[in-house]
């Protein structure tokens, strides 16, 4: 049952299953830090999006993401940018024993490592938020049980030089695609969050599968 993660067990067990990359990564440097915000719509465990502001600058803009952003010298840990950055963006406040831990990070496109947090914000309506519009156009949420429908999941092939180099998910069928960075962080809370509901659509040749 998918309502089993939101429950103090399923909690219980996300914690002690991040609780080794959390200690390792929380306060090691890294670029930015995106939150994974676990959430409850109308009692359905789902995950919150924002739309990036077709306003900013840079190839992201107008993109589907987690909220986060670069860490600031004042951060006290990669912990404190996601939750910084996420009530800057949404004005959301999220109490820092409401994290869960740290999913396995990921590298941009510009080869800066992201370091993704998960956490319950509990029951939600994405339509109450009232998001900086100078940073985010949109906030939505996707139900797990869609994200996990395979008609819902695709994946996109990459070559180099005329070579395949690498292959990674995309999610379909929602208010907006995701893709990229977020398709692949929402793919590693799916495997938390679901364990064996989800068949990984990553594959990086020469790299070993992560456990």
């Not at 995309?170 to 990229?180: E, K, T």
Request: glycine letters at 8%; charged letters at 20%.
């Amino acid at each position: 049952m998918l309502s089993d993660c939101l429950s103090a067990e399923g909690e219980q067990r996300c914690r002690q299953l991040l609780s080794k990359a959390t200690a390792q990564l929380r306060a090691r440097p890294v670029a930015a830090a995106v939150l994974v915000p676990l959430c409850s719509v109308r009692g359905v465990p789902a995950l919150l999006y924002t739309l990036r502001s077709s306003r900013l600058l840079g190839r992201h803009k107008g993109e589907v993401s987690f909220p986060g952003g670069k860490c600031d010298p004042t951060d006290q840990d990669v912990v404190h940018t996601a939750l910084r950055e996420t009530h800057e963006e949404l004005g959301l406040a999220v109490p820092e024993d409401h994290v869960w831990g740290i999913l396995h990070p990921a590298y941009d496109l510009a080869k800066n490592l992201v370091v993704p947090v998960l956490a319950s914000v509990g029951p939600m309506d994405p339509q109450s938020l009232k998001p900086n519009p100078e940073e985010v156009d949109e906030v939505f949420a996707l139900p797990l049980a869609h994200l996990l429908q395979v008609q819902n999941q695709g994946y996109t092939h990459f070559c180099r030089g005329g070579h395949f180099s690498h292959t990674m998910p995309v999610f379909l069928h929602g208010p907006h695609r995701v893709w990229g960075l977020t398709a692949v962080i929402t793919e590693f809370a799916l495997q938390l969050l679901a364990p064996g509901a989800y068949q990984p659509r990553q594959y990086f040749p020469g790299l070993q599968p992560r456990d």
